[in-house]
């Protein structure tokens, strides 16, 4: 495995230096972030991505996101151009070496959490998700306080997004998705990209909008849908694991050979659709980190990793999730748990 971090560009607190310090690091996950999703990647912007990680030593192999503009989600009449401007972009970071693409296909939101510095008992806070409290809020009532929803969103523009979807079910989502599928997979697999889609965090439908990729049945659906190797997944352990029903020890076994990129981390289940991040360490919370290891090493995995979300700990602030310190531990227990697993199956 080759073990990343993720940086979100010049303006990240969490700097190449810093992250070139963490032991056996190989490399960043990273984005342009000042082009509108839809738009093409100039060839400059992606350079300049990838010489500063080579100044520190750093590969720039794994992009998270190229996000996918809810045209193409919703398939309108918009979403053919926007789908070859897609493609571009891979074409684009293909050429420069980027080895893998990490996208979602997720209606409107991003990941989802009702609460953003959860205190736990160590002093430390984190991410937490109530399925009630979430329930409880309406969209276009305008009491848009939850976090992980995209802040770029009007009022007036997210009322009409949400409005737009209520004709889109789940069966018109996964046709949107073939369509897009069938497109930029050809490309990927002639620019020596593997696609990797992340799956929908939390697991499940929110507000009426549809979520197709949260559990094993969905999975494997999607991969037939272009049954190739570059058409593959993200295996997010805290996303699908927010669903105790989601075997994340089966799924690895199971669709090891077209998982690309593993983003792992753990949660504690602290309810019924209530959790709460905690640190990596299996001990920590509800998920087995090294059974998911291990059955992907035993499968021959050799793709990218990164420690997920972090808890903000020893006083950190920064952007959620995203801090150093948390996601520096992951990183190195991350590195044991694989050294390990790789030592004893040679
Ligand atoms: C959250 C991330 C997600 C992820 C996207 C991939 O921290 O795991 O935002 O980057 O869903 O498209």
Redesign the pocket.
């Given at each position: 495995m080759k073990l990343t971090f993720r940086w979100y560009g010049k303006d990240d607190p969490v700097t190449l230096e810093k992250i070139s310090q963490i032991p056996t690091m190989t490399g960043i996950v990273s984005a342009v972030y000042d082009v509108k999703p839809g738009g093409v990647w100039s060839n400059e912007s992606i350079a300049e991505i990838k010489n500063s990680a080579l100044e520190h030593g750093l590969e720039f192999e794994v992009v998270?996101?190229v996000?996918v503009p809810e045209d193409i989600k919703l398939g309108n009449k918009n979403a053919p151009k926007l789908i070859d401007n897609y493609c571009e972009n891979v074409r684009r970071l293909g050429k420069a070496g980027v080895k893998c693409i990490?996208?979602?296909f997720?209606p409107v939101f991003?990941?989802l959490r009702s609460e953003l510095e959860h205190q736990q008992s160590d002093g430390a806070n984190a991410l937490a998700y109530d399925d009630k409290t979430v329930r409880a809020m309406n969209p276009l009532g305008g009491d848009l306080s939850l976090p992980g929803w995209d802040a770029s969103y009007t009022k007036e523009e997210l009322c009409g997004l949400l409005k737009t979807y209520e004709s889109i079910g789940e069966e018109q989502l996964w046709k949107n998705l073939e369509t897009f599928l069938k497109a930029v997979i050809p490309v990927a697999e002639e620019y020596g990209v593997n696609m990797a889609i992340?799956p929908d965090?939390p697991p499940w439908g929110l507000f009426g909008l549809p979520r197709i990729i949260t559990n094993k049945e969905n999975i494997q659906r999607f991969l037939n849908i272009v049954p190739v190797k570059n058409n593959g997944i993200?295996l997010?352990t805290g996303?699908l694991g927010a669903n105790p029903e989601n075997d994340l020890i089966d799924m690895a076994n199971t669709f090891a050979d077209r998982i690309h990129f593993l983003?792992l981390r753990n949660i504690k289940y602290t309810g019924d659709k209530k959790f709460e991040e905690v640190g990596h360490p299996t001990p920590c919370g509800s998920i087995d980190m090294y059974g998911i290891a291990k059955a992907l090493v035993d499968n021959g995995f050799d793709g990218y990793v990164r420690p997920?979300?972090g808890r903000m700990i020893w006083g950190e602030k920064g952007r959620y999730?995203?801090g150093l310190f948390d996601r520096a531990l992951g990183a190195t227990y991350i590195a044991g748990l694989f050294e390990a697993i790789e030592k004893e199956k040679k």
């Open positions: 998270e996101s996000p990490c996208y979602n997720m991003d990941w992340h965090d993200t997010c996303s983003h997920d979300h999730g995203y």
